[in-house]
């Protein structure tokens, strides 16, 4: 029998461990570290994400056939080359490919080299001379740390006190640690964000269907960034003209930058989109699937993901064809109250079992765990409650009937999940 091993323990990942239990090829499924949903599909084992050598050699004595990275942080520690070292088959780009997310540096000058849109920058390493510059330009600007901050290391300042604490936090009270020992500065971009995913074997490339986040905790796209509250797919804002550029001027001279880079893609690469119009810029990207996008994008796919996800490491993806069912899906994120900052944990999730019956909806946990017989909070992010719809505005409602089914102390979720794609469907 097949042997599967997922790596991670969000929303993403159960999604993953979803979709491959309904392959044909009925694998064997093991997660790690997983979670109280993803548990109920596969074994999972306790091991820290960042534990590489533990990783690979569990899959190594357990003989798992194909692995799934999930999360950035074990590729950018380099994960994958550790597998294929003892021979494994991962899917997944190697570290030196990987720092197109884990650097914003490496990034933005791979896209100035490759000529790639997106916005104008500089590059600081002293915070003196980051002070300077903003003093000299206008605002808004957007000030980022270089290294991976877990999405915190962004700050968007309208004013010169703004931009001055932002450098200040990053470059000298180091609050990402070494992650802010070089700064990116940019122009801010106008328009609407949207992610772009695609399958990549460094040869071929094939998109998945567009999709958008919503990173603000409050309705409106007010406070705090947070890992994403809510995503749909596809994004009607992602036209089929917009799709056929993003891949000729963005998609393909990245993955051919990397290549004459010696940094050759293999796996997911997600480039978060700025919008204007009919013009797509890339804010940033990123060496793995979008966590909750992964959800309303897997409830569509129509193909086994197995022989997708093999065909990646097997430099075989030529030969796949992917089907991607036309109802769009959307999912709602439900949190507890405090996130993204402090919250508590081990509340006893209720309703689950009404929505388990519901046709056309999943629950995919993120933050949960089983204790004494109970599903509990276990995280900021707790669920992502999925529906499909035979309309964007049926997939809202249903993914929002089922949300008021599920119950806990202090759950919390945004209710304009979609809003954005309505207004343009219905434009
Ligand atoms: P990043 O981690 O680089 O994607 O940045 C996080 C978020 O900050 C993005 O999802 C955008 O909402 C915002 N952002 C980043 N760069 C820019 C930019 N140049 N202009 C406007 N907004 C930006
Ligand atoms: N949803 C944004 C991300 O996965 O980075």
């Not at 500065?185 to 399958?199: D, N, R």
């Not at 046709?359 to 765990?369: C, L, N, Q």
């Not at 979609?418 to 343009?424: N, Y």
Request: proline content about 5%; aromatic content about 8%; overall charge neutral.
């Amino acid at each position: 029998m097949m042997k599967v091993l997922v790596i991670g323990s969000g929303g993403r990942e159960h999604a993953l461990v979803w979709k491959i239990s309904q392959s044909p090829k009925r694998p064997e499924i093991f997660c790690i570290p997983g979670n109280a949903g993803i548990a109920s599909l596969s074994e999972c084992r306790p091991l820290k994400v960042t534990d590489v050598k533990g990783i690979a050699r569990f899959a190594f004595d357990r003989g798992i056939d194909l692995t799934v990275v999930g999360p950035e942080l074990p590729l950018t520690l380099g994960i994958v080359d550790e597998f294929e070292r003892l021979g494994l088959k991962i899917c997944g780009p190697g570290k030196a490919a990987a720092e197109i997310e884990g650097s914003k540096v490496f990034a933005k000058e791979l896209m100035k080299k490759y000529a790639i849109p997106t916005a104008e920058y500089e590059v600081f390493t002293s915070a003196d001379k980051a002070l300077d510059y903003v003093k000299r330009g206008g605002m808004p600007l957007v000030i980022k740390a270089e290294g991976l901050a877990a999405g915190k290391g962004v700050f968007i300042t309208h004013t010169l006190d703004e931009a001055q604490r932002a450098i200040t936090s990053i470059m000298v009270e180091k609050a990402f640690g070494p992650a802010g020992e070089r700064v990116v500065i940019e122009e801010y971009l106008q328009g609407e964000e949207a992610s772009f995913l695609v399958f990549t074997d460094g040869k071929t490339s094939i998109p998945l269907p567009s999709s958008q986040d919503h990173k603000a905790i409050f309705d409106g796209d007010r406070g705090p960034n947070t890992g994403g509250m809510g995503a749909y797919s596809p994004a009607p804002l992602v036209t089929e003209e917009l799709e056929r550029r993003i891949m000729e001027e963005i998609i393909s001279p990245t993955l051919l930058g990397m290549e004459k880079e010696g940094r050759t893609y293999r796996g997911i690469l997600y480039a978060g989109l700025m919008i204007e119009g009919n013009r797509a810029r890339v804010l940033e990207y990123n060496a793995r699937m979008g966590d909750p996008e992964t959800q309303p994008i897997l409830m569509r796919l129509d193909t086994d993901i197995l022989s997708i996800l093999e065909a990646i490491p097997d430099g075989q993806l030529h030969t796949v064809q992917t089907r991607w069912n036309k109802r769009p899906s959307v999912c709602v994120v439900m949190s507890t109250k405090g996130y993204p900052g402090d919250y508590p944990k081990g509340m006893e999730i209720r309703g689950l079992e009404r929505v388990k019956a519901l046709k056309d909806v999943m629950v995919f946990h993120a933050g949960t765990a089983f204790t004494n017989g109970k599903i509990v909070t276990d995280g900021g992010r707790v669920l992502g409650v999925t529906a499909l719809g035979e309309t964007i505005k049926h997939a809202i409602d249903r993914a929002y009937q089922s949300v008021e089914m599920i119950t806990w102390d202090g759950a919390f979720y945004r209710k304009d999940i979609g809003r954005k794609a309505l207004a343009r469907e219905y434009s």
